[in-house]
């Protein structure tokens, strides 16, 4: 038995034919069947040559000693065939796509999109494990801000609130890397993971065939043990044995299946499970007879290999109770009539904790495949569909969900709860600020309330609102959620979406300081094509001061199709508190009177003018001024209607601005503890200055924020048009244009943030604006003298609260003479403006 068990589980040691590894399995079921007494010895000694350490004892000696009518049943141990791969083994939960390692309570799945049965994807992109360092910055944002702000508020500064969640950010990655840390000294590399009640697991692992024949193996299953945490009794199917069972026991106990949600695999009761009794001098019952049923049960699968081929193998298994559960094996029935057992042997990780285990690269224990289930627990599947009322985007015959350069379009959430427990507090975090949650309560002052249900001044951290009362996911329970997404950049871009809920207390007590919770991911390759590139620029007008010119330009650089690129300008608009726009006239023209929409054609390029002016100190207020309307309804009833252009741009404000923070703050440590390894050195003057004009920065800051009184969230439209900020726009451009189908009609917008009217304190161009005012035509009769024409030089000082310190010279002509102050130094306060008088003494015509 030994022999031929070592013949066909290897291909070293010669090279034998097709017809010889068949005769070595004939002879050994051969064995097998008709000296079963001698094969059972022999498998008893295979069972000690390979399994592990601490494990010399049979498992089923002692169900043997103590059980009446248990009977042995041959298992050949360790043969290798199939061929199994310890070093492939990983564990994950059934039903969510990908294989995951970490805790159940703090774990991560990574979940799929739906997919059609062409295999083409129907969503957003295509779906994608993602980076594990973007995860870990995430969940540290998503615990920082729910600890800062633990429900939406608006009552602290902006400022204030971006300074706390840092400061939390820092605290949580200096908790994770100190635990990291003290456990690599300690030398405790792992502990058991923590798994949910009646949540199925999978177990996945490469298996080959090295054989020249193929193989069948029926009943492949895995072999586990469990001890039950409330009882102290054991369930388990290590060792092949048999229990006669009581007969009174309905015969279809034994075939019971269960199924789970999540999850499409039927589960039964392992062969050979059995359950240890309470009493000190514990017997074996089998399973399917013990009051309450198997602590566990598992999945059956049948396959069949060919010559020299290597596959990856699922097995399910789902703990029952509450208890620790070990996952020890794989056992599976070769060409019907032989038993065979595979053992894991996993290697745990290289120990730090010591010189010797550095040194002679010692390892630890694996905790891959051991549990500790806990309670029941909510578990939670989210599927991004598109809304059937609206534009969706490209199936993608070849895009694959392919989107479009600042494309809104409207999607459905669908959140559902498949576990044991109830869900709450659920949390959606964004890497970019792509989504905006549809709201239908127009409760509360808009214009100084959240934005699509968001969280802290991250602007990517969002509230999932749920349907149900007392905002609780309960099992079995679904929730679709609407939102809409505008997708940025451009290539290929990462979508992560990250999901927070917590296990709602169905006791109705208080809920505990440190709830248990749990995590879902969600990432996705979007491929974003270019649509349409927007440039805007503001000039001062000569005509009047407080007037400016906006000159916005637009160019189409479609390339997602061959055809059809054209694209259609809807609406352009200004949020603004404090300045009107309206368009210059003459600027389209048209055949009829009716306003039609302007078509942009490929690698085309439009320019628009607009005229921008203030409105009253009393009329100071947030408005959507729509300067442009390209056919359609009435302009002005269009413009205060659809409230939702803003949300992208209050989000986008929020995130840039908390971006620009962290970058700031993540420079700033790094400057400090490279100052630090320099103690003792002079400064540099450069260091100087930094410390300076950062010290100086957090002051107008701070001020800023004091002056607005009215509290309001950081995404909100108040925060994107402050009432101190006088100087700036948003500007707003909505367009349409054809999709990929026939008759669907994508729709998008582009916006550009803050351009300043009149900049404050600093200007990328001059602060000045200098312009004359004179007679352009004179008549005048040179016989009795020259010409003295009257002209005035204005100077304004653009900027609203900054001094400007300049020089004034006059250039001498030749053809003529000027007469008045032709040169002197002058200091301009913000906001105004110096007159010069000039006389121009002109000898001649010309």
Same mark, same amino acid.
């Given at each position: ?139 540290? $944002? ?394 805007? $620029? ?20 479609? $390339? ?83 409230? $939702? ?14 971006? =620009? ?78 999709? =990929? ?34 007679? =352009? ?70």
């Amino acid at each position: 038995l030994k022999l031929y068990a070592g013949l066909v589980g290897t291909t070293g040691g010669g090279r034998v034919s097709v017809r010889s590894q068949q005769k070595f399995l004939n002879h050994l079921a051969a064995i097998c069947r008709d000296f079963s007494g001698k094969a059972m010895d022999g498998a008893e000694g295979m069972r000690r040559y390979v399994d592990a350490p601490g494990k010399a004892v049979d498992p089923c000696s002692e169900v043997l000693v103590s059980t009446p009518g248990a009977t042995k049943v041959l298992e050949i141990p360790g043969m290798d065939l199939p061929r199994i791969a310890d070093s492939s083994v990983t564990i994950g939960v059934d039903g969510s796509g990908a294989s995951s390692r970490t805790a159940v309570v703090e774990r991560m799945d990574s979940i799929q999109l739906n997919e059609d049965e062409d295999g083409v994807g129907i969503g957003l992109g295509t779906a994608s494990a993602g980076s594990e360092e973007e995860w870990q910055e995430m969940m540290c $944002s998503v615990q920082a801000e729910l600890r800062t702000t633990s429900s939406p508020s608006v009552d602290v500064p902006t400022n204030d609130q971006i300074k706390e969640v840092i400061a939390e950010i820092d605290k949580e990655k200096a908790d994770l890397a100190f635990a990291a840390r003290a456990k690599r000294k300690g030398g405790n590399v792992g502990s058991p993971e923590k798994r949910a009640r009646m949540e199925p697991l999978k177990v996945t692992f490469e298996l080959s065939n090295p054989l020249g024949v193929q193989i069948r193996a029926s009943d492949v299953q895995l072999v586990a043990r469990m001890t039950c945490s409330k009882t102290s009794r054991t369930c388990t199917n290590e060792g092949a044995v048999e229990i006669n069972g009581d007969a009174n026991v309905p015969t279809g106990a034994k075939n019971r299946s269960w199924k789970f949600g999540g999850s499409t695999s039927t589960y039964t009761i392992p062969d050979f499970a059995r359950v240890s009794s309470p009493e000190e001098q514990r017997s074996w019952h089998p399973a399917h007879e013990v009051n309450g049923g198997p602590f566990f049960v598992v999945t059956k699968t049948d396959l069949a290999m060919e010559p020299g081929t290597t596959t990856s193998l699922e097995l399910g298994l789902c703990p029952l109770v509450k208890g620790d559960l070990e996952i020890v094996g794989v056992r599976c029935k070769l060409f019907g009539e032989i038993w065979v057992y595979h053992h894991f042997h996993i290697e745990g990780p290289l120990l730090q904790d010591t010189r010797h285990n550095r040194a002679n690269r010692v390892r630890g224990k694996s905790y891959l495949l051991e549990s500790t289930v806990e309670g029941d627990m909510p578990r939670l599947v989210v599927d991004l569909v598109p809304s059937p009322d609206a534009a969706t985007p490209s199936t993608g015959d070849t895009h694959g969900g392919a989107m479009l350069q600042g494309q809104v379009s409207s999607w459905t959430l669908c959140v559902s709860n498949i576990g044991t427990a109830s869900a709450r507090n659920i949390t959606l975090k964004t890497n970019v600020p792509w989504i905006s949650i549809v709201s239908h309560d127009a409760g509360g002052d808009r214009e100084v309330m959240a934005t699509s249900q968001c969280i802290g001044p991250s602007g990517t951290l969002m509230k999932v609102p749920l349907k149900s009362d007392g905002d609780v996911l309960r099992p079995g329970d679904s929730t679709d959620i609407p939102i809409r997404i505008r997708t940025s950049g451009g290539g290929r871009q990462e979508f992560y979406m990250l999901f927070r809920y917590e296990l709602h207390d169905e006791d109705g007590q208080s809920p505990p300081t440190t709830p248990r919770f749990r995590w879902l991911r969600k990432m996705l390759n979007v491929p974003v094509y270019p649509s349409l590139t927007m440039t805007a $620029s503001l000039q001062p007008s000569t005509w009047n001061k407080d007037e400016h010119i906006l000159s916005i330009e637009m160019t189409n650089y479609r $390339s997602d199709r061959q055809s059809q690129l054209d694209i259609s300008m809807d609406k352009v608009c200004i949020a603004s508190r404090y300045y009107k726009a309206k368009a210059l006239e003459c600027q389209v023209v048209s055949d009829s009177d009716e306003r039609q929409p302007v078509q942009i054609g490929w690698q085309e390029r439009m320019t628009m003018h607009y005229l921008i002016f203030p409105v009253e100190a009393s009329e100071a207020k947030y408005r959507l001024s729509q300067c442009c309307y390209f056919g359609g309804d009435n302009p002005d009833t269009a413009a205060t209607s659809d409230d $939702s252009l803003t949300d992208f741009v209050c989000l986008e404000n929020a995130h840039e601005r908390f971006k =620009s923070a962290i970058k700031a703050h993540t420079e700033e440590m790094a400057r400090i503890a490279a100052e630090q390894e320099n103690e003792g050195q002079p400064r540099h003057v450069s260091q100087i200055r930094r410390a300076k004009s950062a010290l100086k920065n957090t002051e107008s800051e701070s001020i800023e924020d004091a002056a607005d009184n009215i509290p309001h969230h950081p995404t909100s439209i108040a925060s994107l048009c402050p009432k101190k900020a006088t100087e700036g726009i948003n500007l707003i451009c909505a367009w349409s244009t054809n999709g =990929s189908a026939n008759d669907e009609r994508v729709h998008g917008q582009h916006h550009l943030r803050q351009l300043a009217v009149r900049p404050r304190r600093k200007s990328k161009g001059c602060p000045l604006m200098v312009t004359a005012r004179h007679k =352009s035509h004179v008549s005048h009769n040179f016989a009795i003298g020259p010409l003295h024409a009257e002209i005035e030089v204005t100077i304004s000082n653009r900027l609203v609260e900054a001094d400007v310190t300049f020089e004034f010279a006059v250039e001498r002509q030749p053809g003529f003479e000027f007469i008045g102050a032709e040169s002197f130094k002058w200091t301009l306060g913000g906001g105004e403006e110096l007159v010069v008088p000039l006389t121009v003494d002109i000898p001649r015509s010309g």
